[in-house]
């Protein structure tokens, strides 16, 4: 799954548009490389974001296309 896709569908950030932006912006490195919104994201990736000041770092358990808004949690593990 893209990498914008996967952060909508796990509600780290709300809107794919916003996902996509944060990714040319440079602020989403997967693995600790700067990764682009095309990126297909795997089990056991590790993502950082940083929005202004905050770094949030969470590891991929889990890929799928849709998923109810309850269980969006259970799609990565916070790290950190």
Known sequence: ????????VSRII???TIANEACDACRVSVNGKVARASLNV???DIIEI???T????????AVNE???????AGLYKIIE
């Open 14 to 16: 709300k809107r794919r």
């Open 1 to 8: 799954m893209r990498l914008d896709k996967y952060l909508k």
């Open 54 to 61: 905050k770094t949030v770092k969470v590891m991929v358990t």
């Open 42 to 44: 795997k089990v056991d």
């Open 50 to 52: 940083s929005f202004g």
């Open 66 to 72: 849709t998923v109810r808004k309850d269980d969006a």
